[in-house]
Structures are given as C-alpha cells and as structure tokens.
C-alpha cells in the first residue's frame, strides 16, 4: 500500500516509514502541508493512507486535513499527534479524519488502526504489482518479467517497487532517494544511478527497448513494454 507520512518530526517520521515499510508498504514523508500537497499531486489514486500529524511548520494539519477531503480525497486519514485534548480530537475527526492515534503510541496499535480503517472503507489488500509483463508478488516477494523469476537485492525490490506503483511517472532522483534510503545519503551520491544500472540489468530483456528510462535533467521512469 502506498502511505504517506505528513511529519515534520524526522525522528517520528523515520520510525514511522521504517516500521511501515517493514510491513511491506511504500512511505512517502512530506514535512509540511505544502510538501504533503505536493506528493499529493505526484502520487494521485496511488495514494491509499494518510498518517497526518497536526503542528505542522507553516500550515496547520487541520487545514490540510479539510482541504484534502475537499478536494475530494477518499482514502483513509489517520491523525497522529501530541493533542490529547477531546475538543481536538472531536474537530479532526469532524474534519474529515477516519481516526485519531495520540502520541506516544505503540507501533502494534498504529497497525491495528490501519486495518480497522481499510476495512472499514472496504480497501482490499493489494497482493501484487503489475506492469506489462513485469510482476511483483508482495507476499512472496517474487519478482518475474514474462513468467521468468528475477532476483533482486533488498533495495532493489524497494526500488522497482516505486518504479511499478508509479508506471510512466517521471521520478526525481531525491523522490527517489527519499523513497529508497530515507535520507541516509547525501543528495549529491550517485546511489540512485548505480541502483538503476543494477536493476536494469536484471529487468532489460536482450534486443527489447529498457523499462527504466532516463528522462534527461528530470529523472527516471518506468514504461510499460507496450509503451516502452
Ligand atoms: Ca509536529
């Protein structure tokens, strides 16, 4: 599933994403509403659950929170913050929220109140990727292009994972670099490159266009064989 984490925390932030991403969900972390519309826009119906904090540098998550839902934002939204007062929690809530964690909490909590939520807007859980003739099975962690199994390392499972909820999305190398490494490398490495060529490799097929193509001074994107 794809989340996304409004957090200006990074502490918080990062506890959160590694935790969901262990659980085999794709986090996007924006740090402010402004940062939180902007992925917004990038990930589109891609986007299944929102964890919104609400103290927020700038805009409230309030704010955010109702102009989501006015904009016609359907998906889950979690409230995760340090207010614990009723009148709050009764003003997210009405706001458009499905539900309302304070910290600190346990992580095994969040978790439950995720399924509560999906199961409540009747979201089933999403068990494979597909684009062309590429698929991952994320509960095996299978992945094959055209019925043949292709073995990939960790980061670049994350990394095509990104690629497949995203097909024909320009990615930036710092959307990427924030997606597959959270940050623990400078802008500057050329970590996201190297990655790249390493899955290239593995998903090209001899005398067929790439999937992963380079969109010059912007990023990469995946085409689908049919487009590619
Ligand atoms: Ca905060």
Do not use: C
Request: aromatic letters at 6%; glycine letters at 8%.
């Amino acid at each position: 599933m794809q989340v996304m984490v409004v957090e200006d925390d990074a502490k918080i932030a990062q506890f959160l994403e590694r935790g969901l991403e262990a659980e085999g969900h794709a986090v996007t972390v924006a740090v402010s509403a402004e940062d939180a519309r902007r992925w917004y826009s990038a990930l589109g119906p891609q986007l299944e659950l929102v964890l919104l904090d609400l103290g927020l540098p700038g805009e409230d998550g309030i704010d955010l929170l109702r102009s989501l839902r006015a904009g016609g934002f359907a998906a889950p939204i979690i409230v995760v913050t340090a207010r614990d007062d009723v009148r709050d929690k009764v003003t997210g809530l009405d706001a458009g929220a499905n539900d309302y964690i304070t910290k600190p909490f346990a992580f095994d909590e969040l978790l439950a109140r995720i399924r509560a939520v999906r199961r409540s807007a009747g979201q089933p859980a999403q068990t494979e990727l597909v684009v062309g003739d590429l698929r991952l099975d994320l509960l095996t962690k299978v992945a094959q292009r055209g019925g043949r199994q292709i073995e990939l390392a960790p980061r670049e499972w994350v990394l095509l994972e990104l690629f497949m909820r995203h097909p024909r999305q320009v990615l930036s190398r710092s959307q990427i670099l924030s997606n597959v490494w959270s940050y623990s490398f400078e802008p500057g490495s050329n970590i996201v490159d190297v990655y790249i060529g390493y899955l290239r490799r593995k998903i090209n097929l001899p005398g067929v266009v790439p999937l992963i193509q380079t969109v010059r001074g912007a990023g990469y994107r995946l085409l689908p064989p049919s487009a590619a």
